[in-house]
């Protein structure tokens, strides 16, 4: 069964950083894609930044050049660094993964989400 656990959440003021990670398990296969995706108060999830099973990374222009994506070697730990945080990027974030192994960020269409980790930027 797979299982996606966020952490690291909190409250930064704006400018500062933040730094999220997702555990990883519950299955063998993975030749997948993985992704961050984030849902605001009264507006859609979004989907913030993918990386697919080759390392291929592709974000929201909202976060271009403010977030990364990156994943440990066996592809057990998720990350995503935020720097240089805005009010703006309050919300839940979520971990995502797609079985499919190519997925972008206009592409990536998740099988299993994690429960979310709050993230509060204050101006």
């Known amino acids: 069964q797979v299982q996606l656990v966020e952490s690291g959440g909190g409250s930064v003021q704006a400018g500062g950083s933040l730094r999220l990670s997702c555990a990883a398990s519950g299955y063998s296969d993975r030749s997948v894609s993985m992704g961050w995706f984030r849902q605001a108060p009264g507006n859609e999830r979004e989907g913030v930044a993918v990386?697919?099973?080759?390392?291929?990374?592709s974000y929201a222009d909202s976060v271009k050049g403010r977030f990364t994506i990156s994943q440990d070697n066996a592809k057990n730990t998720l990350n995503l660094q935020m720097n240089s945080l805005k009010p703006e990027d309050t919300a839940i974030y979520y971990c995502a993964l797609d079985w499919w192994s190519r997925a972008r960020i206009a592409t990536i269409t998740p099988d299993y989400w994690g429960q979310g980790t709050q993230v509060t930027v204050s101006s």
């Open positions: 990386i697919d099973t080759d390392g291929v990374t």
